[in-house]
Nanobody
Framework: QVRLVESGGGLVQAGGSLRLTCAAS????????MAWFRQAPGKEREFVAA?????????HYADSVKGRFTISRDNAKNTVYLQMNSLKPEDTAVYYC?????????????????WGQGTQVTVSS
């Protein structure tokens, strides 16, 4: 069983930065593909970024955040981060941390077995 707890959300002006943190329980963290998804009001949950450690470092980003967001992980601390720079009002959403041992598609939220409770990010214009 894996438990995920996010933190770091908040209110920021457009152009600003936030760093989200996801702390995971359990001793198998390094085997997990870790990802961030987000869901805005009235919209479906969408992929943001993923970090797969097992076969070398594989990192993927949604086109909408590429160049602005950075996903990283610290296996010693069982923690994954999402550094968000140059934030835009359209980045406003609840951000969720997700984990899976063997997703066949890192983009598909249904491939992730474990989810955090979410943290709100609001970007004002």
């Amino acid at each position: 069983q894996v438990r995920l707890v996010e933190s770091g959300g908040g209110l920021v002006q457009a152009g600003g930065s936030l760093r989200l943190t996801c702390a995971a329980s359990g001793r198998t963290f390094s085997s997990l593909t870790m990802a961030w998804f987000r869901q805005a009001p009235g919209k479906e949950r969408e992929f943001v970024a993923a970090h797969n450690w097992r076969s070398g470092i594989n990192i993927h980003y949604a086109d909408s955040v590429k160049g602005r967001f950075t996903i990283s992980r610290d296996n010693a601390k069982n923690t994954v981060y999402l550094q968000m720079n140059s934030l835009k009002p359209e980045d406003t959403a609840v951000y969720y941390c997700a984990a899976s041992f063997s997703p066949t598609s890192y983009l598909n939220s249904r491939q992730y077995n474990y989810w955090g409770q979410g943290t709100q990010v609001t970007v004002s214009s």
